[in-house]
């Protein structure tokens, strides 16, 4: 499309009302709901809720694909009768609606069951403080603009490289909105925060040998954001390079995760460490606590106050304060991941984890880069990207398909497509040798370039 | 004018005054010059889902989600806008919204929709919430549970879902079109963990499709979900390590059609061979599959998980075939994508929901059967692997590799199925796997209806199946070389 005459169009029908009158709203629907809960016969209740806005543009070959326009808000509430509880969820916030919500939670809560750990997070460890962690930027994005700069995005990735032979195209999207969560204790925690991302994706190649990557950034504070042609640029060169893939060989090498694919690692750790897996004792990593699972140089830390980081919170999913911590120092699992239900049932105290983990960390082990790591490494096999679901929480063990390169004599030699990098996940995380200080901020797991020192490749 | 589509305005237009008028006036609104093709989606769902753990029925959820999505397509531009509020004004502001991807000139156009289609519904209207009392839900629960728990001590942990939705949509078609439709959805998952000396290990079943939950009742289905997760978790019990490397694969019957899904049909979407970023682009009436291999998306089985009446743009759902003989003949087409290629819609257009757009997506994929007895293939392999049950897959569209994790598999060895192996990763090229397929078996079964495919973000129940099938060649991705 051209771009004429739709500016700024969809501002009438569209434009938020002030920030302050949509949270005092939140406030008030909050207090209603919790009322009504308690008018039920409840004995606690806790709700979550929240709107948004936002707008995506996907540009293709120059031309305007799709513009979404996103307007959420969604409702939860548990109530709790002593230690039954029953859940319900709305979009509508209509009297009626939120009505009828807290009534079917009251009703399931006759038919489930009594458990002794079923309840509000304990008073004394919820949040008295919630500091501005600097989350909240709304971009005054016309489509335009938005267009203009999913464009330059798309049209430098194109440009870079004459191997490009297609396109899926470049993106923009932008949102913001506010969440608020109350409990009959008296919590009100309200955040507002923003997100805007930019990314692109193209093609190189013909035929059978056709490959696809991506690239993208992503930041609350839009600027912070890389320029549209910084995108495009590196979309061409990560995709380029992947041109002339072979399968790699059968056999065990060390292999490099980069820092994209690398904050998976941590996510297995969380999940084999997080309350629900282990009082149900599906884990691998079952009564671990205070065992060295790492070797000495590694430090894997919770960084939940971090100031316009992705996974910033003050407060967790049921009010509770959260705090820097360390979760493996030195090589040794110092604690688990824990909401208060799951901690009641393992007879300790949550972590303020409700919700997953925030800004989880995994410090450089020495100032090195991918480049070094290679040189490093010798021979061995680096991966750019993983596909499937092969991780077996309970054993542990991990086999998953992956993209990346060959490496020979410290250099890459070429890309490897079609081919599994398996091992225990026990083994693997004892096999980490070491990890860059190539970090990715854009995500809310943070790691850099991680070497592992043996893994099964099964290809050719 | 069909009863299903009288239910639909009931839900949808009824409770805020929507009336036809207001329909043909927001579809006129955006049918300016220079807009092609406008829909409207309305949209009420209820979900509700019961879980046990622990031995404690301790949670349970219900949920409402409605609301209305509008879309412009102007060329291959589309716009789209949606609300949660089904309301006149609501539908003004977001057709205003999602037509601004054309310039705003000229008058309106005139749309009057109207329905004179009959088509057969392919599953009950009824609301699977309803088929049960809330007491019988939990009770069976608990009833599975205790199946579970007394068919082997070394059952140490057991959990047990039950979930439901029902779903009513109405799609209203700048072309005049008025459709709707009542979906009815239910699900049941056990999984259980097993241990043996300090070793544990799960296992998982579960089944559905649109029914009521009288389904799970019925000949014993529930109780067959249990004992199947307990054997699984047994059987893993015993597993050594899987082998690593390049070697035949006989695949089962039923859920390993995954690999269908996974190779085959993603790439044959249509959204990917119009743009040219599928493996598979260009490539109808070439040869992509040994010629035993005929392979269908087929959304017209009645109260399958992937089945649709119509799809979410008002299409009657098809049984296309995908590759025939070997050939490839078609593709997956929404109305977007069928417009710009020149084809013609095959009713897979859809959509998560009212706030998604529509996209060419699978309903029920499946390979037809063969002439091989299932044990003449085991008997064929000198030394291979027997996958009987996987978890997820997932495909990269444009280079055609695909993965799919087996979860329950066996190495064979002179034609004989030996020792159970650790879930291996299976990898592969979508374009040239069904070359390697020498043997079809004649036990074409479905998969139990537990299948969610995403894509874009966007999640829809889909369904599965194949028969037995030998492919000689496919890396797994064991430990042990
Ligand atoms: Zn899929």
């Known amino acids: 499309m051209g771009n004429q005459s739709n500016k700024s169009m969809a501002e009438k029908s569209w434009s938020p009302q002030p920030a302050d009158a949509q949270e005092k709203q939140l406030l008030e629907i909050a207090d209603q709901v919790l009322e009504r809960a308690k008018a039920n016969g409840a004995t606690a209740a806790e709700v979550s809720l929240g709107h948004g806005k936002g707008m995506s543009v996907n540009v293709r070959n120059g031309e305007v694909e799709t513009v979404e326009y996103n307007r959420d808000k969604s409702l939860g509430i548990t109530v709790y009768f002593d230690h039954r509880s029953g859940s319900s969820n709305t979009t509508d916030y209509a009297d009626a609606a939120l009505k009828s919500c807290v009534d079917a939670a009251c009703n399931i809560a006759r038919y489930t069951e009594e458990d002794e750990f079923n309840g509000l997070a304990d008073p004394e460890l919820l949040a008295t403080k919630i500091p501005d962690l600097d989350l909240y930027y709304p971009w005054q994005l016309e489509m335009d603009e938005a267009i203009d700069l999913a464009t330059r995005c798309e049209q430098s990735a194109l440009d870079q490289d004459s191997r490009i032979t297609n396109t899926e195209g470049g993106s923009l999207s932008s949102h913001d909105g506010a969440d608020l969560y109350a409990n009959s204790h008296g919590f009100r925690g309200l955040s507002r925060s923003s997100r805007h991302s930019i990314s692109c994706s193209v093609i190189a190649g013909e035929g059978d040998g056709m490959q696809r990557d991506y690239w993208y950034d992503s930041c609350r504070d839009q600027s912070e954001m890389r320029t549209p042609e910084s995108v495009g640029k590196e979309t061409a060169q990560r995709t380029v390079r992947r041109l002339g893939a072979r399968k790699a060989a059968t056999g065990t090498y060390p292999v490099i995760y980069e820092p994209m694919v690398a904050a998976s690692l941590l996510s297995h750790l969380v999940s084999a460490i997080s309350g629900s897996s282990l009082y149900r004792r599906a884990s691998f990593l079952l009564d671990s606590k205070g065992e060295k699972l790492f070797r000495d140089s590694i430090r894997i830390h919770e960084q939940p106050l971090l100031k316009k980081a992705p996974g910033s919170a003050s407060f967790d999913n049921e009010g509770v304060a959260t705090k820097p911590r360390d979760i493996v120092s030195g090589g040794v699992l110092n604690d688990y991941v824990l909401s208060s239900y799951s901690a009641r049932k393992l007879g300790t105290q949550t972590t303020g984890n409700a919700g997953g983990v925030h800004n989880l960390t995994i410090d450089p082990t020495e100032d090195i880069g991918l480049d070094d790591m290679i040189k490093s490494m010798g021979t061995g096999l680096v991966v750019s990207e993983l596909i499937g679901f092969g991780i077996n929480n309970v054993t542990g063990d991990y086999s998953r398909g992956a993209f990346g390169f060959w490496v020979e004599n410290g250099e890459i030699a070429y890309p490897v497509q079609e081919f599994t990098i398996a091992g225990n996940l026990r083994d693997m995380f004892m096999g980490i040798e070491v990890v860059g200080s190539d970090f990715d901020i854009r995500r809310s797991t943070r790691a850099g370039s991680i070497l592992v020192g043996e893994m099964t490749v099964a290809g050719a | ?481």
Request: hydrophobic fraction near 35%; charged fraction near 20%; glycine fraction near 12%.
């Open chain 2, 1 to 481: 004018m069909s009863d299903i589509l009288q239910l639909a305005q009931q839900s949808l237009w009824q409770p805020t005054g929507l009336i036809e008028q207001d329909i043909n006036n927001t579809l006129g609104k955006i049918m300016t010059p220079g807009i092609d093709y406008a829909d409207l989606y309305f949209q009420y769902s209820r979900h509700e889902s019961w879980a046990l753990d622990e031995g404690t029925v301790k949670s349970g959820s219900f949920g409402i989600d409605q609301g209305v999505g509008v879309r412009a397509v102007a060329g291959e531009k589309t716009g789209f806008a949606y609300s949660d509020e089904i309301t006149g004004n609501a539908l003004l502001d977001a057709a205003s919204a999602a037509r601004s991807i054309a310039a705003n000139s000229g008058d309106q156009g005139a749309v009057a929709v109207r329905n004179d289609r009959k088509i057969a519904p392919l599953y009950s209207s009824a609301n699977p919430m309803e088929s049960l009392k809330d007491e019988d839900k939990v009770a069976l629960l608990r009833q599975i549970e205790q199946v579970a728990r007394k068919a082997d001590s070394r059952v140490v942990q057991v959990m047990v879902s039950l979930a439901a939705a029902h779903d009513t949509i109405m799609i209203a078609r700048s072309d005049g079109l008025l459709a709707g439709d009542i979906r009815p959805l239910v699900r049941m998952n056990v999984s259980v963990i097993a241990e043996e000396n300090g070793r544990r290990e799960q296992g998982s079943s579960g089944g559905g499709g649109r029914y009521t939950m009288e389904y799970f009742v019925e000949q014993n289905r529930a109780e067959e979900y249990a004992h199947e997760a307990v054997r699984q978790a047994l059987v893993n019990l015993e597993a050594q390590d899987a082998p690593a490397g390049e070697m035949t694969v006989v695949l089962g019957p039923g859920w390993p059609g995954i690999l269908l899904h996974e190779a085959i049909g993603h790439g044959l979407e249509g959204d990917f061979n119009r743009k040219g970023t599928s493996a598979f682009s260009g490539q109808i009436g070439q040869k992509v599959a040994s010629s035993q291999c005929t392979v269908v998306d087929d959304g017209t089985i009645a109260n399958r998980r992937g089945s649709l009446t119509i799809d979410d743009e008002g299409e009657a759902a098809k049984n296309t075939v995908l590759i025939e003989n070997g050939i490839l003949k078609g593709y997956m087409q929404d109305q977007t994508n069928a417009r710009l290629m020149g084809m013609e819609p095959t009713g897979n257009g859809r959509r998560e929901s009212y706030g998604h757009l529509p996209m060419p997506r699978m309903t029920n994929t499946y390979m037809l059967a063969g002439e091989h007895d299932p044990q003449e293939i085991i008997s064929s392999v000198d030394n291979g692997l027997y996958a009987v049950n996987f978890g997820g897959g997932q495909v990269d569209i444009t280079s055609g590799k695909f993965v799919f994790s087996a979860s329950e598999a066996y190495v064979v060895k002179n034609g004989k199925i030996t020792h159970p192996v650790k879930g291996a990763t299976l990898i592969g090229n979508g374009p040239d796997v069904l070359t390697r397929v020498s043997m079809v078996g004649n036990d074409l079964e479905l998969d139990t209806g537990v299948g969610v495919c995403g894509k874009e973000g966007q999640s829809v129940p889909v369904g599965v199946g194949q028969p037995t099938m030998r492919i000689d060649g496919l890396t797994v991705g064991g430990v042990s070389v």
